[in-house]
């Protein structure tokens, strides 16, 4: 059995991935960043897999929110949570109140 190995050394959001074959040996490394913008899990320093950068933030994106940045601009994951608990609040906030 393989196991999967995530280690979050020094820098919030920075991280390796790696995969343990049965036998203790390496099977697969690789650094990995959180996504700033949704939070997917983004595989750095690697040739075939294209990633992006967010200025406003400094930090990596995915590729997909990287393609979005750039008509959409900077939507951070913590503004997307900021905003919900707002709207939710807000909703809470206009129901009558009981008895
Ligand atoms: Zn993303
Ligand atoms: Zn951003």
Redo the contacts with the bound molecule.
Sequence with gaps: MSILVITHPTKPGDGELTILKSEGQVGFESAVQT?S????VVEIHRKDKPYGYCRKCDHV??E??ARLAVTQGCTPFKALIDRYIEEQYRAVQSYPLAG
Excluded: D
């Design positions: 996504c913008h949704c939070q997917a994106l995915c997909s929110c």
